[in-house]
């Protein structure tokens, strides 16, 4: 199989390409497919920040649109995250999102982990 090479994505199409590619190298550790994944992983987000408008919400209302968007139940970010028990408290805001659940629901989710570490009020 030819090497794809990669550019600046313009497309819709271009994005769709690079983050099922991405998908397909993402545990890569060494070589030239984590090269590959370190810079897909540039231009997806490029691409994402420059074409998502994303709204002006607190991570955990974030979390639970792409929940939506994505058909995901609260059993799913479980299974991602290991602990049904601290998924469930963070969503219903008693316990605010760790560093881990931050990277594993933004890759899962396909949120910048920037949108997941702005502050948001905890309920007592």
């Not at 497309?11 to 370190?38: C, M, N, P």
């Not at 994402?48 to 059993?75: C, Q, S, T």
């Not at 601290?86 to 890759?107: A, G």
Request: glycine residues 4%; contains cysteine.
């Amino acid at each position: 199989m030819t090497k794809k090479h990669w550019f600046l994505l313009e497309t819709e199409q271009q994005y769709s390409d690079a983050v099922a590619r991405y998908e397909t190298i993402k545990y890569a550790t060494a070589g030239e497919d984590h090269q590959e994944k370190l810079l897909l992983v540039h231009l997806i987000e490029t691409y994402e920040n420059k074409h998502w408008d994303l709204p002006e919400v607190d991570p955990i209302e974030m979390i639970k649109i792409r929940m939506e968007d994505f058909g995901y139940k609260a059993a799913d970010l479980a299974a991602v995250y290991g602990d049904k028990g601290t998924v469930s408290k963070v969503l219903n805001y008693k316990q605010p999102l760790s560093l881990t659940m931050i990277r594993k629901f933004s890759e899962l989710l396909r949120l910048p982990a920037s949108a997941l570490v702005k502050e948001y009020k905890l309920c007592d």
